[in-house]
């Protein structure tokens, strides 16, 4: 057993886990963080999508001992209190969801996409910036379309 | 309309949860003191299991318990069953091996159930698995249909002699034989619809619980109907009766119809959990759900379509072969049967239908409903036959589908169907128009000129929803009727807990039949909430698939609905002091006709809960009411896609350009909801016509067992889509609702495979057409006329 130490949606956690441990088991089973979700295990869909000290990572392919020191944010740490993050009041609106299943992840993704493209996102980049998530229900029409209405919310 | 009732495009109730990472999905419950469940699997296709050796597995540490095939059937616990008996052409039943949930002397497909180790974490139970000692006498492996059907080939089940399941047949031989000895024009085709994974991005799950105290079992499991679950655990596997066996199917993260069955891993998982006295939970990894869920589709068919002279079909001829697997699962006799050939007809007036299909055991995971189930295979036999016969006789494909729609209702199809209501080329018209077909040349031209091909192809489909009457499909050899119930509880402040049967897994039930509830008593739509998926809370119910949510499971609440509005009634009569055939009902009030004496829904609730208006003799005090609801006929949810793709030949890549989507699903709840189910759909179609496959190499060894090697349709593979509807309201249900959740996969593989040979100017090309396939067919072409 390892102790690791993280800050994980603003709160400072300790514990002493299998040095195996992925970060996504350490959110799930230590935690009891259950938003975060494994659809794969092999970082191909990207249901596990955590920001780990502000980018987008796969957490079903990261050590949590890796992230020793590190801040992470979940899907439980997006809303600030009872309000809700614009992008998960995005998907929402524009019905990005449909299972729910994917959508902590696509959430996840998308504010990271964001962050690093800007506000003003056309449907070919939204497109390709999803690459990394699968879902299987919404066939993407209704996720575009909220990711690109939650990037310009979020400039406000 | 009101903005939360029936049309509205409300924002969805249960979002809330989903979007703030609140979702209770069975892999995020855990009890206490539960161990955890890991399952050896085969790595052979096709074995005897000569000796399993647990002994130095049982010494690790945290391990709890080891179960092989000889606990199952020293407990005599009941092999796994399919539901539906399907006879062969002369009558007899069809051929079934037995389908243990932990193998008993072989293994038949990679992945099969070994044994299960049980520990105190699934780390330990995963290392302990690695100590057990299985030895095999590896026999051949049967991937391949034709092979299976082979004389001389290696028996998979001896109760199934040549590998075949069964020799099924419907629809007039002689009738159709005539159509060809008289027809102008025959167009034939081999068709190969590939194997599909359906792959909800939710894997499978389940968590067993045992409470000795009771002697009563509890299972929390992914499944899409957790009474039938329930059913089938109890009455033929024999684990507990159904009122001490609980199943719970709480969020559940798509299932396509992969969680409609009744599995090994989660059967069990319920089993052990008593064996062991503790909580037993397990959940799929991908590759797991890769192996181990029940595949889709995997036919191969020889199709051939008679025309007279003036263009119109006279009959239709269709030989399928069907892959089942290595086991017969839940519902898969039906799939390439029943759901099949009676949709042979699709949008068309053809007087003769024979169709015949042989049912085949191979050694690969079993094959069972997966979206659209039998009516994308069905579709896809008849709209690649529309197109190529158009082609043939060198008239455009939309006025060939035109010239041959069936136009009068009811129109009783030569297989089993009765089609009730349609407008087939209103459809058309408008799908036509909104993909803008004639500005196509000039796209084409624009195209060229990139060095690139763009084609054009149609899909006009039909399929039978709003599954089903219960005595049709009792005839048919269904071992369960396919009603639904509901139950309405309307509390004393007038706030009303819906329970249903049906079960939601995406499609949004909890905000589509509060609309209907908010419509019809007139109450905010906050004040209902809709209770499903727990067999303890709900009585009884047939799940969700086969698009029949809409047409069954609300149809059963606006039932239950109709009774609480007449006993309402009586209360407000007694409340007013009226005669009951005074009250109107209307926008949540009831009033007196032709006086100002009105009270509101809720005062009557509260006043049926005190009854102080009325003696225990005059009424009975409550608001309560449930339904059955049985469906008299199929509904016919139809349509016409029309994909356009662009081709680079020199990579072989296709892209789909535009997609149009006109349906016709009768009366719509909630167009948002509807809009989205079409969407999935249609990506799932695209999905399978485009890149998805399961392979099997000669061994029997699955490739495609991750996403790697899988390809699932990402965002930047589709286009948006436009999507809008027609409506003929359906005559079998009070709503005239058709259905909407598989249309768009069985709409969209001709489409996609119409528009690719449309831009190729080829007559076939199989699915899925990946860029290498695609490109290969150009090569084959450019050398063809060199």
Redesign the interface.
């Known amino acids: 057993m390892a102790t690791v130490t993280m800050t994980v949606n603003g709160k400072q956690v300790s514990a002493d886990v ?1 040095p ?1 441990t992925l970060l996504v088991q350490f959110l ?2 230590t935690l ?11 970082s ?2 990207g ?1 596990c999508v955590v920001h780990l000290d502000g980018r987008a990572v796969k957490s079903c392919t990261t050590l949590a001992l890796s992230c020793d020191g590190a801040t992470v944010t ?3 740490g ?2 600030n209190g009872t309000t ?1 993050h614009p992008m ?1 009041e995005a ?3 524009n ?1 990005g ?8 992840g696509m ?1 996840m993704s998308a504010v990271d996409i964001v962050n690093r493209k800007g506000h003003d996102l056309d ?1 070919h980049t ?3 910036e ?2 990394g ?12 379309k909220a990711v690109g209405a939650g990037a310009k919310a979020m400039a406000k | 309309m009101s903005a939360t009732g029936i049309g509205a495009p409300v924002r969805r109730k249960e979002d809330f949860r989903f979007i703030t990472g609140k979702g209770n999905y069975t892999d995020d419950i855990n009890r206490p003191g539960q161990a955890h469940a890991f399952f050896l699997r085969s790595p052979h296709a096709h074995a005897t299991i000569k000796a399993i050796d647990t002994k130095a597995a049982a010494k690790m540490p945290g391990v709890v318990a080891i179960f092989t095939g000889e606990d199952i059937a020293a407990d005599k616990v009941g092999g796994l069953i399919c539901g539906w008996m399907i006879h062969n052409k002369d009558g007899s039943p069809m051929a079934a091996g037995a389908h243990p949930a932990l193998a008993q002397g072989k293994v038949r497909y990679v992945g099969d159930h070994v044994a299960v180790v049980i520990a105190d974490t699934l780390a330990q139970a995963r290392d302990a698995a690695e100590k057990i000692t299985v030895s095999y006498d590896v026999l051949p492996a049967v991937v391949d249909m034709n092979a299976a059907l082979k004389k001389g080939t290696v028996q998979i089940h001896e109760a199934a002699p040549g590998n075949r399941v069964y020799d099924w047949h419907l629809g007039d031989k002689a009738a159709a034989d005539a159509a060809f000895k008289t027809a102008k024009h025959v167009v034939k085709l081999d068709l190969a619809n590939n194997r599909l994974i359906p792959n909800a991005m939710e894997p499978r799950a389940a968590v067993g619980e045992y409470d000795a105290g009771n002697d009563a079992l509890t299972l929390h499991t992914t499944s899409q109907n957790p009474h039938v679950a329930r059913l089938v655990l109890s009455a033929f596997i024999g684990l507990a009766p159904e009122h001490k066996l609980r199943v719970i199917a709480p969020d559940v993260g798509g299932g396509f119809g992969s969680k409609i069955f009744i599995y090994a891993e989660e059967t069990v998982c319920v089993w052990a959990a008593r064996k062991v006295n503790r909580p037993v939970k397990w959940t799929a990894d991908r590759t797991e759900a890769f192996l181990a869920d029940a595949h889709g589709r995997d036919h191969l068919t020889h199709a051939e379509m008679a025309i007279d002279e003036a263009g119109k079909i006279t009959g239709l001829r269709v030989s399928t072969k069907a892959n089942l697997g290595a086991y017969l699962s839940t519902f898969s006799s039906s799939v390439p049967t029943y759901l099949y050939a009676p949709l042979l007809s699709g949008q068309y007036d053809i007087p003769a239908i024979y169709c015949e299909v042989e049912g085949v055991y191979t050694t690969t995971a079993p094959v069972d409903a997966y979206r659209g189930a039998g009516r994308p295979e069905a579709t896809f036999v008849i709209e690649r036959l529309m197109e190529v016969a158009a082609r043939q006789l060198g008239q455009d494909p939309a006025a060939f589908r035109k010239k041959n729609f069936v136009r009068k209702f009811p129109h009783q199809t030569p297989v089993i169907m009765c089609y009730d209501a349609g407008d087939y080329n209103a459809s058309l018209t408008k799908a036509m128009a909104l993909a803008d077909v004639k500005g196509l040349a000039k796209r084409k031209r624009e195209s060229a000129r990139n060095g690139k091909l763009r084609g054009l192809g149609y899909s006009a489909y039909i399929e039978a929803c709003g599954i089903a009457p219960s005595q049709a499909v009792g005839s048919l050899g269904a071992g369960v009727g396919l009603w639904e119930s509901a139950e309405v509880r309307v509390n004393p402040i007038g706030t009303v807990e819906i329970l249903t049967g049906s079960h939601s897994h995406g499609q949004g039930h909890e905000t589509t039949f509060a609309q209907l509830v908010s419509d019809r008593l007139g109450i905010p739509i906050d004040n209902v909430s809709v209770v499903h998926g727990d067999t303890d809370k709900v009585q009884f119910g047939m799940g969700t698939y086969g698009s029949r949510s809409g047409a069954v499971g609300m149809t059963a609440i606006a039932k239950a609905l109709d009774k609480i509005e007449a006993k309402a009634k009586k209360v407000a009569a007694y409340v007013l002091e009226a005669s009951e055939g005074d009250i109107d009902f209307k926008n949540g009030h009831f009033s007196v006709k032709g006086t100002d004496k009105t009270i509101d829904f809720g005062s009557v609730a509260l006043q049926a809960y005190i009854a102080h208006k009325f003696t225990g003799a005059q009424l009975e005090p409550g608001l309560k009411e449930g339904a059955f609801y049985d469906p008299t006929n199929f509904t016919f949810p139809a349509g016409v896609h029309i994909c356009e793709v662009e081709i680079d030949p020199d990579t072989g890549v296709t892209r789909v350009d535009r997609w149009t989507a006109v349906d016709d699903f009768g009366n719509v709840i909630n167009p948002m909801i509807v809009e989205g189910q079409v969407h999935g759909g249609i990506a799932q179609g695209v999905g399978q016509a485009l890149c998805e496959g399961a392979v099997y190499d000669s061994s029997g060894q699955l490739l495609t067992a991750s996403y790697m090697d899988y390809q699932m349709p990402r965002a930047d593979d589709l286009p948006s889509f436009t999507v809008d509807t027609t409506v003929t309201p359906c005559p079998s249900n009070p709503l005239g609702i058709k259905g909407c959740g598989e249309a768009g996969a069985i709409a969209a593989p001709p489409a996609v495979i119409n528009a690719i040979t449309d831009a190729l100017g080829h007559e076939d090309i199989a699915m899925p057409a990946s860029a290498q396939a695609v490109w290969r067919a150009v090569r084959k072409m450019k050398m063809a006329a060199e």
């Open positions: 299998d195996r799930r089973e009891r963080l259950t938003g975060t979700h494994v659809g794969c295990d092999t191909q869909c249901a979940t899907i439980e997006l809303a809700l998960q998907f929402r609106d019905h969801l449909q299972c729910g299943f994917c959508t902590p959430i449907e939204i497109r390709e999803l690459e998530n699968i879902c299987r229900c919404t066939g993407y029409h209704n996720i575009v």
